[in-house]
């Protein structure tokens, strides 16, 4: 049995034996809203302990615990992962084999066939062997790569994986998680009503934070920071637990509560649509003045300012924007409503998420899936493209195929762009490399010999090496 204090980090899965208090396993779960434990709930080892002391017997560590299974499923994601052949050794391959296939095949011509002497029938076979030189193809792919590289590296994208950043050109959809990719993983005040026209709203937010000041919660901080400079003192500060806080400001007894102490006073609530459409979007709390109800305070996370811009532009390239989150399904539907997503998955648990990812692949989708959290990592590995938030967990990071510095959804539209001009570039060179060869072999094989058109070995090392300069500047224009 272990005693966890206020602020610390739950050790290991078990179950709650003594004490009440509100748990963040928003890592984990990627639920932003802290859930509620007492006497015989489960609590997960990661998660952090907010407000209250409890006493847990652990019940599972080491191999069975709810983050070690996480690892397995990513490990079991990333085994089942198929490998492909590299595009430029395939065509190298082809093409060792054309040059010494027509090498061979221009001495016998000209030595068996046509009579000439054996000095004249090397030389046409070294003309055509050297033309022929796969060298310029095996720089095609790798300038192009080390350019992509290095500029996605400029602009806070680390590619980890390089056949994973060539597969997103292909990309149909993209797998959003909510929390911390497309909000900021933060709870923010959204919105204030007043019930008091005496009590306009930067009242009912100066009260509120008088009260919550004294309070640890991540509810308590968002009307705290809301506020700013608070105006007003409160004194016989207490906390009613479960069910909010109360205290004393300019002598009038105020009580910050949530709509269950309401329910269970029998306190009628004004503006029942409004406030219902502000549950279900986050977290409601509720202003009481000398028993008198004065306003409500709606909390939520905050989208990101990017999120939008991000989603109307992948869309605008034919990229269907979905969202898997494991929070509920009303703060889901609020947040892609807001978004204007394609679909959505609320409640999803964390082994569901890499399910949902595979039901997505089946409809013939390749998709990339975005997120930051612990409870992402069997999904990011499952995706045909595994993309992380930086500043997300280690485990999350190392599933992934791309890192985002920066957490900016819009970066994964850049990704996305990045990649199709690179696999361009790629082509481009290929053809290259190897084009111009379907004109310059038969000519260095003596195909015009009649005609007194003859390509000599020094030409031909010319004409190899012009390729490869053309194939070094092209990839250098993939800047431009």
Same mark, same amino acid.
């Given at each position: 049995?272990?005693?966890?204090?206020?602020?610390?980090?739950?050790?290991?899965?078990?179950?709650?034996?003594?004490?009440?208090?509100?748990?963040?396993?928003?890592?984990?779960?990627?639920?932003?809203?802290?859930?509620?434990?007492?006497?015989?709930?489960?609590?997960?080892?990661?998660?952090?302990? #907010?407000?209250?002391?409890?006493?847990?017997?652990?019940?599972?560590?080491?191999?069975?615990?709810?983050?070690?299974?996480?690892?397995?499923?990513?490990?079991?994601?990333?085994?089942?992962?198929?490998?492909?052949?590299?595009?430029?050794?395939?065509?190298?391959?082809?093409?060792?084999?054309?040059?010494?296939?027509?090498?061979?095949?221009?001495?016998?011509?000209?030595?068996?066939?046509?009579?000439?002497?054996?000095?004249?029938?090397?030389?046409?076979?070294?003309?055509?062997?050297?033309?022929?030189? +796969?060298? %310029?193809?095996?720089?095609?792919?790798?300038?192009?790569?080390?350019?992509?590289?290095?500029?996605?590296?400029?602009?806070?994208?680390?590619?980890?994986?390089?056949?994973?950043?060539? =597969?997103?050109?292909?990309?149909?959809?993209?797998?959003?998680?909510?929390?911390?990719?497309?909000?900021?993983?933060?709870?923010?005040?959204?919105?204030?009503?007043?019930?008091?026209?005496?009590?306009?709203?930067?009242?009912?937010?100066?009260?509120?934070?008088?009260?919550?000041?004294?309070?640890?919660?991540?509810?308590?901080?968002?009307?705290?920071?809301?506020?700013?400079?608070?105006?007003?003192?409160?004194?016989?500060?207490?906390?009613?637990?479960?069910?909010?806080?109360?205290?004393?400001?300019?002598?009038? $007894?105020?009580? @910050?509560?949530?709509?269950?102490?309401?329910?269970?006073?029998?306190?009628?609530?004004?503006?029942?649509?409004?406030? =219902?459409?502000?549950?279900?979007?986050?977290?409601?709390?509720?202003?009481?003045?000398?028993?008198?109800?004065?306003?409500?305070?709606?909390?939520?996370?905050?989208?990101?300012?990017?999120?939008?811009?991000?989603?109307?532009?992948?869309?605008?390239?034919?990229? $269907?924007?979905?969202? #898997?989150?494991?929070? =509920?399904?009303?703060?889901?539907?609020?947040?892609?409503?807001?978004?204007?997503?394609?679909?959505?998955?609320?409640?999803?648990? +964390?082994?569901?998420?890499?399910?949902?990812?595979?039901?997505?692949?089946?409809?013939?989708?390749?998709?990339?899936?975005?997120?930051?959290?612990? =409870?992402?990592?069997?999904?990011? %590995?499952?995706?045909?493209?595994? @993309?992380?938030?930086?500043?997300?967990?280690?485990?999350?990071?190392?599933?992934?195929?791309?890192?985002?510095?920066?957490?900016?959804?819009?970066?994964?539209?850049?990704?996305?762009?990045?990649?199709?001009?690179?696999?361009?570039?790629? @082509?481009?060179?290929?053809?290259?490399?190897?084009?111009?060869?379907?004109?310059?072999?038969?000519? %260095?094989?003596?195909?015009?010999?009649?005609?007194?058109?003859?390509?000599?070995? %020094?030409?031909?090392?010319?004409?190899?090496?012009?390729?490869?300069?053309?194939?070094?500047?092209?990839?250098?224009?993939?800047?431009?």
């Amino acid at each position: 049995m272990v005693l966890i204090r206020p602020g610390e980090k739950v050790p290991a899965d078990g179950i709650v034996i003594e004490g009440k208090t509100y748990v963040n396993e928003s890592l984990l779960t990627g639920e932003s809203v802290p859930v509620k434990k007492e006497k015989g709930d489960e609590v997960i080892g990661g998660s952090i302990n #907010i407000d209250g002391s409890i006493k847990v017997r652990v019940e599972k560590t080491g191999e069975e615990s709810f983050l070690s299974q996480v690892v397995k499923l990513v490990r079991e994601a990333q085994e089942s992962k198929s490998r492909t052949q590299d595009l430029a050794n395939r065509a190298a391959k082809y093409l060792t084999i054309i040059a010494l296939g027509a090498g061979g095949l221009t001495f016998l011509v000209w030595e068996v066939f046509m009579r000439m002497d054996v000095a004249f029938s090397l030389e046409r076979t070294v003309t055509v062997m050297v033309i022929t030189c +796969p060298h %310029a193809l095996g720089l095609a792919v790798p300038l192009v790569v080390a350019v992509s590289t290095a500029l996605a590296a400029r602009f806070g994208v680390l590619i980890r994986d390089r056949m994973a950043f060539e =597969n997103a050109r292909k990309i149909d959809a993209v797998i959003f998680d909510k929390t911390g990719t497309l909000t900021e993983d933060k709870f923010g005040v959204s919105e204030v009503l007043s019930f008091d026209k005496k009590m306009p709203s930067h009242k009912i937010i100066q009260y509120a934070a008088a009260l919550e000041v004294n309070s640890e919660h991540p509810i308590a901080r968002a009307i705290v920071n809301k506020a700013g400079d608070i105006e007003e003192k409160a004194s016989m500060f207490r906390a009613i637990h479960g069910k909010g806080v109360e205290g004393v400001i300019d002598g009038k $007894k105020v009580m @910050i509560t949530s709509p269950n102490y309401l329910k269970e006073k029998g306190i009628n609530i004004p503006h029942k649509e409004s406030i =219902n459409r502000m549950m279900e979007r986050g977290t409601v709390v509720f202003l009481i003045v000398d028993d008198v109800l004065k306003g409500v305070i709606s909390l939520s996370d905050r989208i990101r300012d990017e999120s939008k811009e991000a989603i109307k532009k992948l869309k605008e390239m034919g990229i $269907k924007c979905i969202m #898997i989150t494991g929070d =509920n399904r009303h703060v889901a539907r609020w947040v892609a409503e807001e978004l204007g997503l394609d679909e959505y998955h609320a409640e999803v648990l +964390p082994d569901k998420k890499a399910e949902k990812v595979q039901e997505i692949q089946k409809r013939g989708l390749v998709c990339a899936m975005v997120g930051d959290g612990v =409870n992402d990592a069997p999904a990011l %590995a499952r995706a045909d493209v595994g @993309i992380a938030i930086g500043a997300g967990t280690q485990v999350a990071i190392e599933s992934a195929d791309i890192v985002l510095v920066k957490n900016n959804p819009l970066d994964v539209v850049s990704i996305i762009k990045l990649s199709r001009k690179t696999y361009t570039k790629m @082509i481009q060179n290929l053809l290259w490399a190897t084009g111009y060869k379907t004109i310059t072999i038969p000519l %260095a094989a003596g195909v015009l010999y009649s005609f007194g058109v003859l390509l000599s070995p %020094a030409v031909g090392a010319v004409l190899m090496s012009l390729s490869t300069v053309i194939v070094a500047i092209n990839a250098r224009l993939l800047r431009i």
